[in-house]
């Protein structure tokens, strides 16, 4: 039976769809026997209609420097999963320009609301959401897409491929994460939530997913994606998925502390060891 250890993707109610606070969703993580909480809302056009301003954003480039890295015996990371939004790879917020802090003051060098945002980050998944930009992308594009996203500096894992429909090849994906020491992601909302679509097409999809890490042997994260804190955790359908695929224990990334903490020391995105 695997062992997960740390939850890698999760949402506080500062994801506008998401209903709890981080202390609930730390407390959740300590009561499940946790060792490592990410929490990793939403940086996304989903949440503002407009998104100059970096006002809306300071529940994510705040955290860093607000909360504790360790509480109630969990080590928490902050992350976000920021949208995928160009097939170049590029992701929300890159091609918006900011110049002026929360307060009003001026930057003395104006910079992007992704860098702003992310700078202090331990990491950032990139997530497909919104797809009317891939309307007329081909396959390979798309695959494309995942690889360039992947290569962005702060992007330690991709997340939910299995779930995000898109029609890639997963190999050619999982040989760049393997190259570059990053990670896909096998998400517990996949089996929940899989945008209208059957349980099966999800469930297919991250088998494929599994499978191919576990032939190259391309690091994996398992997570939740928690919208509310009595989720985070809590990962049986992912842990049947392994056990279907004799999934190499060695190869999740997540299964505990050190492990994952090594994993991103070894991306070269941050050394928390
Ligand atoms: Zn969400
Ligand atoms: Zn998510």
Redesign the pocket.
């Known amino acids: 039976m695997y062992n997960i250890k740390c939850d890698t ?1 999760t ?1 506080t109610l500062f994801s506008r769809h998401a209903y709890s606070t981080i202390q609930e969703n730390v407390k959740e993580a300590s009561d499940m026997g946790l060792e490592l909480l990410v929490s ?1 809302d ?1 940086f996304s056009d989903m949440l503002y209609p407009d998104h100059e301003s970096t006002k809306h954003y300071q529940y994510l480039f705040t955290s860093p420097m607000t909360w504790p890295r360790e509480w109630m015996g969990v080590t928490l990371l902050s992350g976000c ?1 920021a949208d995928i939004v160009g097939l170049d790879g590029s992701l929300f917020g890159q091609n918006i320009t900011v110049d002026k802090s929360i307060v009003g003051d001026p930057f003395k060098v104006p910079t992007t609301l992704y860098d702003h945002t992310t700078k202090n980050m331990d990491y950032v ?1 990139a ?1 497909v959401h919104g797809k009317s930009f891939l309307k007329d992308a081909t396959p390979s594009q798309m695959t494309e897409m995942y690889i360039k996203a992947l290569q962005q500096e702060k992007v330690f894992i991709l ?2 491929i299995g779930r995000s429909g898109l029609p890639v090849d997963f190999r050619p994906i999982a040989e760049a994460a393997k190259s570059m020491n990053k990670l896909l992601e096998i998400n517990e ?1 996949s089996f929940s939530f899989d945008g209208g679509r059957n349980d099966e097409f999800s469930r297919n999809r991250c088998k494929q997913v599994l499978e191919t890490c576990a032939d190259i042997g391309c690091h994996i994260s398992v997570a939740t ?1 928690a919208h509310i804190s009595c989720l985070i955790g809590r990962f049986e359908e992912t842990k049947k998925l392994l056990e279907e695929v004799h999934f190499p224990e060695e190869l999740i990334a997540s299964r505990d502390k050190h492990s994952f903490l090594n994993a991103l020391k070894l991306s070269g995105i941050k050394d928390l060891t």
């Open positions: 993707h949402h990793t939403h999963e998944i997530s997340g939910h909302h994606d």
